[in-house]
């Protein structure tokens, strides 16, 4: 009596190997060429576009510091508005927060409810700059939360490449390096940044992930920073819930006042 036919190991593995061949179990990204580069000027001031003027991004920050000896995880509520407002607050657990900060234009307010003083300064004050990490300015995480290459002041110069899947713009203030962006192009969303500090070396490398709407925008839902050598900091900044608005009903969200006495 003859076997009935149906399907054997042999067969299985015939399958896979058809497969692998045809690239149906893995088709790798395209990686695209470079005539589909688009003129840098263009992609630079569509990246740096003010695509939410005057409106507000906000939402709770869940944190995770990685710094040389030790490890953090801690929760802050953050506004941002484009393109130099800042408002930080720490969410601590248990007892007073440890700090809250407002940044509008150079001006940096910051109040320590636990030692109650409260601080005017700029984000070079060494009590400002504990905050943050190595190289990483205050107003640069307006940027950030929004997904865009922090600002540049004055004449610019570009130079556009292709970088696997993903366009790349360097782009030179004054002659020097000052930044370098990676563009997604199936989305055309920036994917990762590195950002010179003022020697032209690198202050730090941001990643952005898990893109969300927040309005008529989307936002990364997920930051992870990483600061250069020599005592390198690693955050991951993941923003679950952001929200757009108008926020006109608080003049002073960004800009903290004395508490009272």
């Not at 995880?73 to 930080?88: E, T, V, W």
């Not at 990483?136 to 004449?155: H, M, N, R, Y």
């Not at 010179?196 to 941001?206: I, L, M, S």
Request: some cysteine.
């Amino acid at each position: 009596m003859k076997p009935k036919p149906g399907i054997n190991g042999k067969s299985i593995l015939a399958v896979v190997a058809f497969c692998l061949l045809a690239g149906c179990a893995h088709r790798e990204a395209p990686v695209i060429a470079g005539k589909d580069m688009p003129a840098p000027e263009a992609l630079f001031e569509r990246l740096s576009a003010d695509t939410a003027p005057g409106k507000v991004l906000s939402g709770i920050l869940h944190v995770t510091a990685q710094l040389p000896r030790e490890r953090l995880a801690f929760k802050i509520a953050a506004a941002a508005r484009r393109p130099d407002s800042l408002r930080l607050e720490d969410l601590s657990v248990i007892g007073l927060p440890d700090f809250m900060l407002t940044a509008r234009g150079d001006e940096i307010r910051m109040f320590l409810p636990r030692s109650g003083e409260f601080l005017i300064g700029t984000e070079s004050s060494p009590d400002i700059r504990r905050i943050f990490p190595p190289g990483v300015k205050p107003l640069d995480l307006v940027f950030l939360l929004f997904g865009q290459p922090p600002a540049i002041g004055g004449a610019k110069s570009l130079k556009g490449s292709v970088d696997g899947t993903c366009f790349r713009l360097d782009v030179y203030a004054g002659g020097n390096w000052a930044q370098s962006i990676w563009v997604d192009s199936a989305t055309g969303r920036v994917d990762r940044l590195e950002i010179a500090d003022p020697q032209g070396k690198t202050a730090y490398r941001a990643r952005f992930e898990d893109f969300t709407d927040a309005g008529p925008i989307a936002v990364p839902g997920r930051i992870e920073i990483e600061t250069g050598a020599p005592a390198t900091v690693r955050l991951s900044l993941r923003n679950p819930d952001p929200e757009l608005a108008a926020r006109e009903d608080d003049p002073d969200l960004f800009l903290l006042k004395p508490p009272a006495k």
